[in-house]
C-alpha cells in the first residue's frame, strides 16, 4: 500500500475502529479480493480488537489493498467510511450493480468529451487509460461518466 494511503487510514484510525463491520460478508469480500487470505481473516476476528487489527494489517498489504477496501466497503455499504477515507467518491447512488460503486450518470457527449480526448477509469484494482478519442461530438451519443477517482495518475 503506498503511503498515502496509509496515512489515510492511521488518521482515520479511531473511527475506523469505532465504524468498520468486519461481519460475514465484509471478511468473504475481503478474502475473495485478495487483501487477506481465510487464515489470516481467522486470525484477525480472534484478536482483542479485530478492527484494529484489520487496519494494521490491511496497511502491510500490497499496493493494491486500498483500492480494493474501498471497493468492500462500497460493497458492505459502509459508505461512511468510504467518505472519511476517499471523499472523492460519491456513492450516493449506489445500487450494488456496479462493483465500484461510483456514482455514474449519462453525459451528453458533447459536454464530456472534445474532439480530441484521454479517458482514464478504475478497474477495481488499478487505473488503467483507455484510446484516446478522436472523433467529433454525436448528436445523441451518451457515455457512462464517472463521478470520481480514488488517485490521481
Given at each position: 500500500?503506498?503511503?498515502?494511503?496509509?496515512?489515510?487510514?492511521?488518521?482515520?484510525?479511531?473511527?475506523?475502529?469505532?465504524k468498520?463491520?468486519?461481519?460475514?460478508?465484509?471478511?468473504?469480500?475481503?478474502?475473495?479480493?485478495?487483501?487477506?487470505?481465510?487464515?489470516?481473516?481467522?486470525?484477525?476476528?480472534?484478536?482483542?480488537?479485530?478492527?484494529?487489527?484489520?487496519?494494521?494489517?490491511?496497511?502491510?498489504?500490497?499496493p493494491?489493498?486500498?483500492?480494493?477496501?474501498?471497493?468492500?466497503?462500497?460493497?458492505?455499504?459502509?459508505n461512511?467510511i468510504?467518505?472519511?477515507?476517499?471523499?472523492?467518491?460519491?456513492?450516493?447512488?449506489?445500487?450494488?450493480?456496479?462493483?465500484?460503486?461510483?456514482?455514474?450518470?449519462?453525459?451528453?457527449?458533447?459536454?464530456?468529451?472534445?474532439?480530441?480526448?484521454?479517458?482514464?477509469?478504475?478497474?477495481?484494482?488499478?487505473?488503467?487509460?483507455?484510446?484516446?478519442?478522436?472523433?467529433?461530438?454525436?448528436?445523441?451519443?451518451?457515455?457512462?461518466?464517472?463521478?470520481?477517482?480514488?488517485?490521481?495518475?
Amino acid at each position: 500500500m503506498n503511503e498515502e494511503d496509509k496515512k489515510k487510514i492511521k488518521r482515520n484510525l479511531v473511527a475506523l475502529e469505532k465504524k468498520l463491520k468486519l461481519d460475514d460478508q465484509f471478511q468473504r469480500l475481503s478474502v475473495q479480493k485478495r487483501m487477506f487470505s481465510q487464515e489470516m481473516m481467522d486470525d484477525i476476528m480472534e484478536e482483542d480488537s479485530p478492527t484494529l487489527d484489520y487496519c494494521m494489517k490491511l496497511m502491510l498489504r500490497g499496493p493494491k489493498a486500498f483500492g480494493r477496501f474501498i471497493d468492500a466497503l462500497i460493497e458492505t455499504g459502509q459508505n461512511d467510511i468510504v467518505r472519511l477515507l476517499a471523499p472523492n467518491i460519491d456513492v450516493r447512488s449506489f445500487s450494488g450493480s456496479n462493483a465500484l460503486g461510483v456514482s455514474m450518470r449519462n453525459v451528453p457527449v458533447q459536454e464530456l468529451i472534445p474532439s480530441t480526448s484521454t479517458i482514464t477509469h478504475y478497474t477495481g484494482d488499478s487505473f488503467a487509460e483507455t484510446e484516446k478519442l478522436y472523433h467529433p461530438p454525436r448528436q445523441q451519443g451518451f457515455v457512462l461518466f464517472s463521478s470520481c477517482l480514488l488517485h490521481s495518475l
